[in-house]
């Protein structure tokens, strides 16, 4: 038995040496070692063994198992590093020297960034996240947040009226409406999208842009509540201290509202085209829900109070970053966005 074993192993070395391409070794290596290979078939013969004879050849049968796996890898090396040096002397136009195809993966625009940051940051003190139409019903756009017909704040906010009678929406309030409408209160959201207005673009104004609107509706909210938010979300994003500062801003559908600005990060304050020469950014309008629209909203005025904001997170982008003109940001300008690598 044992003398079988051994014959075995010295055909198979000879066989394998003489093999001249890597389907000849594999056609050996099935052959010997697959599962009606020849050393296969012979440990069937264990059964028939006394324990003596088992132990003795099982042993010497998997040390020939082990010792052939390997000199068949070996072999297929070999034959590889032939293969490559072959092709290369005989004039093949294959250069396993040249680099691989590279390929390019994107990177997240910088006011996805931004967004996905703030998300975060609101998730984590409980918001949920919601969502609205970007062509939007004229009702939710201006009537529901206390804009009546032919109030002359719809001016400040000229849009683009589609032929069904709905708009693209100008800012991302609607939404307050329909999530008061769907969710009741009390009420913890934020509605990040895209928004559109007729204007005459510049450094700091495009026809397309990027808000992020936020309400929080409870009973004894307060503008304690609301300063105390406002200032955690802004350290938060850029991750240091921030100068603000607040002043009173008319918005129809807040009552006290307010105009937060940020000191200007692209030129420190000094004035810049970007901040109209102000040394300041205005970033984040907020103010206390209006009754008119916690009303339109379905929320009982007499239990509950909230704050709103709407911040602009293309102008957060923007600080943040350092891209001292918007335009940039909508160019599709590849040179631009690469340099945000964040995935
Ligand atoms: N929607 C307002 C705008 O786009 C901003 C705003 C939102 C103001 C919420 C107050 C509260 O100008």
Not at 150 to 172: F, I, K, V
Not at 191 to 220: V, Y
Not at 227 to 253: A, C, N, T
Not at 280 to 285: A, K
Request: net charge neutral; hydrophobic share 40%; with cysteine.
């Amino acid at each position: 038995m044992i003398d079988k074993i051994s014959n075995l192993r010295d055909a198979a070395i000879g066989r394998i040496k003489e093999a001249v391409n890597s389907a000849e070794v594999e056609e050996l290596r099935v052959k010997l070692l697959g599962k009606k290979g020849e050393l296969t078939e012979m440990l069937k013969d264990l059964k028939n063994m006394d324990i003596e004879e088992r132990k003795q050849f099982g042993q010497k049968a998997n040390a020939l198992k082990t010792e052939l796996t390997e000199i068949i890898e070996g072999k297929f090396k070999e034959l590889s590093v032939k293969d490559v040096k072959k092709s290369l002397s005989s004039g093949s136009n294959f250069d396993i020297s040249l680099p691989g195809t590279n390929f390019k993966l994107g990177s997240l625009h910088p006011v996805t960034i931004v967004q996905k940051e703030i998300e975060r940051i609101f998730t984590g003190m409980g918001f949920n996240i919601v969502d609205g139409p970007e062509a939007e019903e004229e009702f939710f756009n201006f009537e529901a947040l206390n804009i009546p017909k032919h109030h002359p704040a719809r001016d400040m906010q000229d849009t683009y009226w589609l032929e069904n009678g709905s708009l693209l929406r100008t800012h991302t309030s609607p939404c307050q409406v329909r999530a008061m409408q769907k969710y009741g209160a009390p009420l913890k959201v934020i509605a990040p999208g895209r928004c559109f207005r007729n204007e005459s673009t510049d450094a700091s104004h495009e026809n397309t842009f990027f808000q992020l609107e936020g309400m929080m509706i409870d009973k004894n909210v307060s503008i304690a509540n609301l300063i105390y938010v406002m200032k955690l979300l802004l350290s938060e994003v850029f991750q240091r201290d921030v100068k603000i500062r607040l002043r009173p801003g008319f918005f129809p559908f807040v009552e006290p509202g307010f105009e937060l600005d940020l000191n200007c990060m692209i030129c420190g304050g000094k004035g810049c085209p970007t901040c109209k020469h102000s040394g300041w950014i205005e970033l984040l309008p907020c103010g206390m829900v209006h009754p008119n629209v916690l009303r339109y909203g379905g929320i009982d005025t007499e239990e509950y109070t909230g704050f709103a904001f709407g911040l602009g997170l293309t102008r957060l982008a923007m600080m943040k970053y350092g891209i001292s003109d918007i335009r940039v940001l909508n160019s599709g300008d590849l040179r631009a966005m690469e340099q945000f690598s964040v995935r």
